[in-house]
Structure formats: C-alpha cells, structure tokens
C-alpha cells in the first residue's frame, strides 16, 4: 500500500505565503518525478510544478518567481513554497509522485489534495 498525504494549505491574504509539503509512505522501491498540480472550481487539474530525482525543475509560468518546489528524496518529500500569493492560485493543490511500489509497476500516485485559498 502506498499513500500519498499532503498538508500545508488553508486561507491566506493575497501577497502571503503557505508552504505544501507531501510525503510518500508504504512499500516504495523507487520514486522517479514528485510534482504538484492544481484544481481550481470548474477548471481541469494543471501542473504547477515538478521535480525529478536528478534535481531538474519546470514551473508553469504564472508561477515562475515565486513558488519554489524541492524535495527529500531519502524521505520520499517534495515541498512546494509559494510566495507572493495570488487570488488565481486559489485551488486545490495535489501532490503527484511517479512510483515503483515494490511488487508493483511503474505508476502515477496522487494525494488527496489541500485546500489553498487566497482571499482578502
């Protein structure tokens, strides 16, 4: 059994700063790129940013400058720093990892998503 459990989001003013943090826990041989996605209401689930386990990085756009993700590889963590926050990063956030369980096959794991609100 793998999970995937993510923690770190809630309501904050715009301008503010949250950081999200996942861990990846349960019978893992390997784990290849963690990344984070996004849901906003009414919209599909878009990539904000990855990381692989050699370190190379990609960040949508709107996003460039002010979120930054790293990750724990001997502690199967990625964490997703987010500054300067915006209304339009309002959504749920989702931490995706491609994984080897062991026994298993290569696949996409998903956590359950936090909720990040940015409100005035």
């Known amino acids: 059994q793998v999970q995937l459990v993510e923690s770190g989001g809630g309501l904050v003013q715009p301008g503010g700063s949250l950081t999200l943090s996942c861990v990846a826990s349960?019978?893992?041989?390997?784990?290849?790129?963690m990344a984070w996605y996004r849901q906003a209401p009414g919209k599909e689930r878009d990539l904000v940013a990855s990381?692989?386990?050699?370190?190379?990085?990609q960040y949508i756009d709107s996003v460039k400058g002010r979120f930054t993700i790293s990750r724990d590889n001997a502690l199967n963590t990625v964490t997703l720093q987010m500054n300067d926050l915006k209304p339009e990063d309002t959504a749920v956030y989702f931490c995706?990892?491609?994984?080897?369980?062991?026994?298993?096959?290569?696949?996409?794991?998903w956590g359950q998503g936090t909720q990040v609100t940015v409100s005035s």
């Open positions: 990381m692989t386990t050699s370190g190379d990085i």
């Open positions: 995706n990892a491609a994984l080897l369980p062991i026994g298993g096959t290569w696949r996409a794991y």
């Open positions: 349960g019978r893992i041989q390997r784990i290849d790129a």
